[in-house]
Every structure is written in structure tokens, then in C-alpha cells.
């Protein structure tokens, strides 16, 4: 079975500062995909990112970067220079290929505060 | 914009009843899932549609229900309410039907069981 686990319930920062939020995940299977989304204070899920399990290299997107450890079984997301826009809850997941979980298994989520 | 629809956006109603959520997938997209957003379980798949026909379950429980119709509409039907029904239910769309497909999330339907 498929597992992702966001230690982190709450992280508050203030405006400016950098902030990772982590996401650990378990699978046997050696084809998969990550995903991050965010959920604003309004309520809709917006697509951030997807990674593939043979795609180890990190990426950078603006302000927003993930690290993917394989060997750690974790695929973090940094927020460089945090604004107040980036409060959020942000919900790491992951589905396989093939078989009865291509649906996302869903972390639990961190509720991310940045405080002006 | 996602480009995914879903009608309503907020739902009340009282223990017992039936009530019907209505999902339009992105142009082009022919799968569409169903998840269940609650304080108490966090987001959960339901079900999964591709192409008019289900293609995996997850915890739905047997009062609701659901199809995907010709036009690749979708909609989710929930019977005899119950509090703990009370939740925000996403549809989310994909071209295909592979794990490997990014879902897109609607804006969700808030039902609140009285």
C-alpha cells in the first residue's frame, strides 16, 4: 500500500524568510509520481508540480523548489523568500502506474502561515 | 482556472436526503475522480471514471454513487445523509486513466449535513 506522510501540521514564518516543508512517502513500487498542491484559504486545489520516481534532478520554479531523495524516500518543497500570498495548506501525493492506487494517496497536509 | 467545473459550489441539506454533485472535466480529458475532503480522514479518493466506465474505488462507501456520462460529464450521487457527510468534495480530471497523469482539481462542492 501507498503511504506520504507530512510530519509538519503547521509551520509559521514571517514574510522574507525561506521555508521547506517536508514529505516522506512509502511504495513498492518502483514506477511512481509526486505531486504537490496547494490549497489557498479559498479552497480549490492547485497543481504545483509532478515528479517521476526515475527523475531524481531538482527542480526550480521561481521561488518554489523540490528536492526529490530517492534514497530517502522524501520529496521536499522549498519556498524562497516566503510572501503572505503563499499561506496555504500544501498537500504532498503520490500515485503508481499501474494497478488500484493510480489514484493520489494524499499526505495529511501543511498548513503554511507567512505572517507580514 | 483549472478548467474543471463542478456544481454546487455549497450544499445544505438535512440527514436522509439525496443530493447529486455535478462535475464537466477539462476539455479533452476523459478521466474523472472523485475525492472527499474532511476534517477527520483528510482527502480521500472515492472513485474514478475513465470513459464513461469505473475504473477503481476507493472508500466510497455504498450510499454514494456515481456515473460518468456520454458527454464525459460526471456526477456523484449521495444518498441518506448523514453528518459525517458533511465534507468538500473535488472532482479532478486527466487525459487518460494512468497514475502517471497529472490531475486538475475543481473548485470543489462544501455539503453540510444538518
Known amino acids: 500500500a501507498q503511504k506520504v506522510t507530512q510530519a509538519q501540521t503547521e509551520i509559521s514564518v514571517v514574510e522574507k524568510e525561506d521555508v521547506t516543508l517536508d514529505c516522506v512517502y512509502e511504495t513498492r513500487d518502483t514506477t511512481y509520481y509526486l505531486f504537490w498542491y496547494k490549497q489557498p484559504p479559498s479552497g480549490e486545489l492547485v497543481f504545483l508540480i509532478r515528479?517521476?520516481?526515475?527523475?531524481?534532478q531538482n527542480e526550480i520554479s521561481g521561488r518554489y523548489s523540490w528536492n526529490f531523495q530517492k534514497s530517502t524516500s522524501s520529496f521536499n518543497f522549498t519556498i524562497t523568500a516566503s510572501q503572505v500570498v503563499d499561506s496555504a495548506v500544501y498537500f504532498c501525493?503520490?500515485?503508481?502506474?499501474?494497478?488500484?492506487?493510480?489514484?493520489?494517496?494524499f499526505g495529511s497536509g501543511t498548513q503554511l502561515t507567512v505572517l507580514p | 482556472d483549472s478548467g474543471v467545473t463542478q456544481t454546487p459550489k455549497h450544499l445544505i441539506t438535512a440527514t436522509g436526503q439525496r443530493v447529486t454533485l455535478r462535475c464537466s472535466p477539462r476539455s479533452g480529458d476523459l478521466s474523472v475522480y472523485w475525492y472527499q475532503q474532511s476534517l477527520d480522514q483528510g482527502l480521500q479518493f472515492l472513485i474514478q471514471?475513465?470513459?464513461?466506465?469505473?475504473?477503481a474505488k476507493g472508500n466510497i462507501l455504498e450510499r454514494f454513487s456515481a456515473q460518468q456520462f456520454p458527454d464525459l460529464h460526471s456526477e456523484l450521487n449521495l444518498s441518506s445523509l448523514e453528518l459525517g457527510d458533511s465534507a468538500l468534495y473535488f472532482c479532478?480530471?486527466?487525459?487518460?486513466?494512468?497514475?502517471?497523469?497529472?490531475?486538475?482539481f475543481g473548485p470543489g462542492t462544501r455539503l453540510l449535513v444538518l
Open positions: 501525493a503520490l500515485s503508481i502506474e499501474f494497478g488500484s492506487a493510480r489514484q493520489l494517496t
Open positions: 479532478a480530471s486527466s487525459v487518460l486513466a494512468s497514475g502517471s497523469e497529472t490531475q486538475y
Open positions: 471514471y475513465y470513459n464513461g466506465e469505473e475504473r
Open positions: 515528479r517521476n520516481s526515475f527523475d531524481e
